[in-house]
């Protein structure tokens, strides 16, 4: 509602020597001022704008520096993105990244700290959460190097590598962002052949805390057949992770999930927790989503994608894709999947370096599945997360 | 579209489905628009249910040349039978004036509290801002910085990707 008397007749010109925020000329030399606006009303110019741009406004000047930052305004503004999760093309090692806001339907370009980045000659895991990235590489030396990121602030935090950490073959990053405190805890599971052993692996898991500022170990176990792949999620405190046989010949139970309780509060007996993916031949993606574990993977090479979420110790199906999203993913096919809060997003490639030309998402709150076009993002790196932008969200 | 309305334009009469509501611009400028129309902004609605019968309802904060082109896009607005695609075409047609002329139709909008010109004229203002850096910001909308010495350190230091 209009607060503020203004001028009957605007068309009068002003005195030009007063010096004033916000104009813009009018052709007949009349001065139009967005200082008239009320703040509500700049308000909801301001809520009109994609992510990026609002953060570059925040410092345009007081006046929208405090709009930006009020309490009001972040809520009008988190109260649809919070759902709505970005995704995230990314490259890391030298490619700018891409970021799709399902908000505002639009792709922009994300610029991650790439200075952070140059020391990677490898990314080995990565993980998101709510508004958090992170990311564990080796560097050139073969330094272990790990980062925590707000890729929209770019702040970015490095954290001391977990012992003997720097020699690991395998390893899966997680990371669980809490809503109701500003930290946030990385797990990293790796596996690797200790050294003068023939056969098998040694699987640790190391947790960090941002609170404490430390790692733990929470278990190191040797595992004559499995060792931990790409794939793992802490949801309501509770660590999953893949397991592969890679020996397995008939290819049954060659993946299987496992979790531990990272509160140490149950016993933690790996194996025993173990549970098949529903598919045996199948390899899957891990997803955090409101705090259940869900699994992504094709049905079969030929039948599209499914959806599954973990009760207890069980898959429930809860979707599969339309018929005509994932034709024929073929033998060499890839399928890439994350997802948070109630978005999921899959793509896929048939192996030969072409990836599909869309993106599909699948609500979980309503059911619904749909497609957009990748067309306007640059075919490069198809390593892509999730992410909910938060700008308070400090590493 | 100005008239001097009779007096007993705004009474309907049984047989006459559209009652024509009067407005005044701050300029002195008369206009009708159909009741339909004229329900698109709140504050008429709020107006037009308090029983101004009659009289034009004055609208000091709008001129007559303003005031002109929102009745042309509430009526547009209500009509019935436009399909989503050519409206949003006039939509985009209609916006596309200068920018002193937006700005106006957003106070415009804003005090008659019309939601759909309201939602089309920020996104407008929004799309000259999107893809500036700050400091072209600053300079379309001829902004001087006005952050105390302090301030711009802190925003600096929080933001310091947005200045480059």
Redesign the interface.
Known sequence: ??GE??P????VPRDDNK?????????DG???S?D???DD?LE???????FA?L????????RW?RIINSETFRKKLLHGVSHRPWFVLHGFLGQPACAYDPVHNVWCEL?LPRFEFSLYSSILGFASSTGLICVYGKSEGGIGQLCVCNPL??ICRHIAPAPSVESQLFATLAISVSRTTPSYRVSLVTSKIPPGIQVGYELSIHLYDSETRMWKTCMTEYMRIWRCCNESAICDGVLYFLIISPSTASRENRYGLVMYDLSGRCSNDLLASFVPVPRPHGYGRLMNMKEKLVLVMDIDRYNGVGIWVLNGREWREIARSPDDYFPGLGSNAWLRSCGLNDLIYIWSGDGHDHPSPYIATFDMNQKQWSRNNLATVPSQDYKGFCFEPQLDIVP | MSSSPPPSSAAASPSCPKKMIALRSSDGETFEIEEAAALQSKTLENMIDEDCAGTPIPLPNVTGKILAKVVEFCSKHAEPGVDDESLRAWDAEFVNVEQATVFDYILAANFLEIPTLLNLTCNVVADMIRGKTPDEIRKFFNIKSIFSPEEEEEVRRENHWAFE
């Open positions: 509602m209009e008397t203004l009957a007749d605007q068309d010096p004033r925020e916000c104009e813009c000329n009018a052709e009349s001065l139009v967005m008239w606006f009320p009303l909801q110019i301001l809520a009109c704008l994609p741009d953060v570059r406004a925040g410092v345009v000047c007081t520096r610029k602030t770019r």
